[in-house]
């Protein structure tokens, strides 16, 4: 086997492998979290392995976390949104890949975390119209608030050494 061959296999091995530990660190560090409101880092590492990654290692990791969500969580309409709502972040962010920019990502960040609750609340405007869609989500605006602060911080705060960390972990990879 060639010598290009062996590192390609190599790295699509440890690839492979990256799968279940980014999931498992987007679980773990939101479960770490979860008694502050709306505060988590979920955005912040899928949109972190979305510029690092390539979309074939990131979508599986975040739909394995999307698994560990509905295996350990109570059943209810929150299921839905977790199918496409992480996905969106994860496109979005993989489309927007070539901007390496602390504050754009600190604001599309936030922004996402606004809008989170908009995104959840669809199934809610499909089941119960128009009036239940807008009572639903006006009544989370202040959580959507908290998310968006929290996403910002969190961005704002750890982006920099995350995206140096990461990019060490993708060179080793290659």
């Not at 109570?74 to 890949?97: D, N, R």
């Not at 901007?99 to 609750?117: C, D, E, P, T």
């Not at 009544?139 to 704002?156: A, E, K, T, W």
Request: glycine share 6%; net charge positive; aromatic share 20%.
């Amino acid at each position: 086997m060639s010598e290009s061959k062996r590192r390609s296999s190599r790295g699509r091995v440890l690839e492979i492998c990256l799968i279940p530990l980014m999931a498992t660190i987007i679980f773990a560090s939101k479960w770490v979290m979860q008694s502050l409101p709306n505060i988590e880092p979920v955005s912040f590492f899928i949109i972190i392995f979305s510029l690092t990654f390539k979309i074939r290692v990131v979508l599986p990791a975040v739909y394995i976390y999307v698994f560990l969500e509905f295996a350990t969580q109570p059943s209810g309409i929150w299921m839905i949104p977790y199918l496409y709502v992480w996905g969106i972040l994860c496109i979005f962010t993989y489309l927007c890949k070539g901007i390496k920019n602390v504050h754009f990502w600190s604001v599309a960040s936030a922004v996402f975390g606004f809008m989170f609750g908009l995104f959840c609340t669809i199934p809610t405007f499909i089941i119960g119209g128009w009036t239940l869609g807008v009572t639903w989500w006006t009544s989370g605006i202040y959580f959507d608030i908290l998310h968006f602060f929290g996403n910002f911080v969190i961005m704002r705060w750890l982006y920099t050494p995350m995206i140096n960390a990461m990019q060490k972990i993708n060179n080793f990879l290659k």
